[in-house]
Structure formats: structure tokens, C-alpha cells
């Protein structure tokens, strides 16, 4: 027993050493050891399997599909993960882990593990999830697009550029989700700027603390704090006060609403 | 800060009434929730939502703030220059 105290005290005094004492290099410039990336990447992949497990995937491959695809990608995906001949941009080529080559990816993983990549992303990679920002469908014709990378030389990639297409817009719900809306307020980075109770990050004090954000009089010390002049705010601060430093993050008016009411339970 | 007083500015704080809009740490009756809390004021990257906060612009803010942003709800309380400094002074304790 006494053995054992011993063990988990020398455990802990490691542990310590190596993440308070800033012995851990965090740099992007400094790779994974072998066993840790081994560790880092089956976690990964074992993870996105369990989950794709319960989802059920809709007819892919057909021409429209495969071309929206097309477009999507090369809005979105292109700048970070390359394509046939095309290399990622600058900024994505000092990422680590690096961004995978999507041509391996199409014939490795399936079309639900793909998707629920897209949909969701992968924290500490740099993969961002598209769930508040893309439809399903729209996923899922990237999904399909992605399939058909492998078959595709530079030159057909270049030849087939379809031009571009806007991602569609989701559809506001019935009744705005206070649950939800607090998801979705890690998705717009609003952490980076605000101290917001309930949501784990940065917190940092950019902008004022949202705490008891429900029960202030002002928005941004101008709106009278209403429901539809939150979602206002929310949506396009510039609107409201152009010279305001606070950016309009694209957030659709269901998640503006959702937002809304998350903030409003902050009282 | 700016060679204020912090003390004198926290209670200048209470006399001008910035606790009915503000929380203000530190001083007691300073729990309004009208405009944000004044916690860790001194830490924040902008006033009013757009003016870089230093010592000399949150005192400008504080005796004009209608200058930087005419659509503010914050009124002109006529605080005086050497008041501003005196507040700031303290504000600028609330990190």
C-alpha cells in the first residue's frame, strides 16, 4: 500500500515536470515522437469508427452530387488538404498534424467515416467541424466528391472546375434550442473574445464578460437587450455600431436564435 | 495611472452613480447590469466595444463617451478631467 502511495506521488511529480514545468514542446515544428503519434492516431481512427457505426449513408455518386462536391471543395477543403497536382496553401503546410491527402483518404476510410469528419471535426488536428456551417447534404456531396479524388489526374482535377457554389443555408427551427445554441457557440469562436459561463476555453477579455447576459439592460451598451436585437447583434454587429470591433462571424439566423437563447439562461 | 488616486477614484466611482450600470468590484453597492461588468476591466482589449483600451482613452471614454460612439447608453456625467484619472487610477487596479 505504502508502495503504491510512493508510485502514484512519483507519477504525478513526472506529470507535473513534464506539463507545468513546460518541459512538453508544443511547437508545430516539433514532431510527434512514434509511439505517441501511433497513440494519437488509433484513438482517432478507433473513434471515428464508433461513431460512423450509426450512420446510415444515402445514395452517393451521382453526376449533380459529384459536382457540387467539386465546388465545395474547392471553396472550402482545397486550401488545406491539396488536390490532384494542387498543393495545399502556405499557411496549412506548417500544420501538425499535416492535413491529410484527401486521394488516400477517398479509398481508405468510408463515405460515413468521411462524413462524420466533415460534419463533426477533430479537435487538437485543426479539422474544423462543418455541422453549423454546411447542410447535410452538402457534406455528403463532398463525401462524394472526395470518393472520386483517387480517380482523378491534375489534369482532370483542373479540367472539371464547376465554378463556384454556395453552401445552403439551414433552416431556422420552430423553437430556438437553448442546448444547442450553447454548442454552437463554441463553433463561432466566441470564447477567444468573451468570458462566457457554461463554456470551456479561453475565455478571454477581448470584449465584455457575458455573465448575467440575460438580465443586462444594453447589447453592446446601444440595443435594449430583446431576443430578436441579440439575434441582430449577433448576426451583423456592424449594422448595429459600424465601428464596433466585434466581427460578423456569417452565423445563420437559426444559430443566431439558438445563440440567443443559450444567452438569455444567463442570469 | 496617469498619477491618479485609486482610492479617492473609488469612491468618486460611487458618487458619480457607475455602480448602477456597472458591477464594480470592490465597491459595494456597484451592481447594476446595465452595461458590462468592470471586472478585470483593466485587462480589456476594447472599451465600448471599440476603443482601444489604455489609461488615456478609458479616461476620455468615461468623461465622453458619446464622442466615440454618439449611440452609446452611457450618459455625460460630467466628471472632471482630474476625477477620470482618479477612476481610472482605480479601475485600473481590477485585473
Redesign the interface.
Known sequence: MRLLAALVVLTLAAAATVFYAGVYDVSATDEHLAPTYWLLDTAMRRSVQQRAEQISVPDLGQPGQVRRGNALYRQHCVQCHGAPGVAPERFALGMTPAPANLAYTGRAWSPAEVFWVVKEGLKMTGMPAWKYRMVDEDIWAIVSFVRELPKLSPEEYRAKSPGREAAAEPPVSAAPDAERGKRAISQYTCVT?HAIPGIVGAN??????L??IG????I???LPNTPDNMVRWIRHPQAV?P????PDLGVTERDARDIAAYLSTLR | MLGGDAEHGRLLLRQFGCGACHRIAGVADAQGNVGPPLDGVAQRVYLGGMLPNSPENMARWIRAPKTFDPQTAMPTLGVGEEHARDMVAYLYTLR
Open positions: 473574445c478571454a477579455p477581448v470584449g465584455p464578460p455573465k448575467r438580465t443586462r439592460g444594453f453592446a451598451g446601444i455600431n465601428k464596433s470591433a466585434m
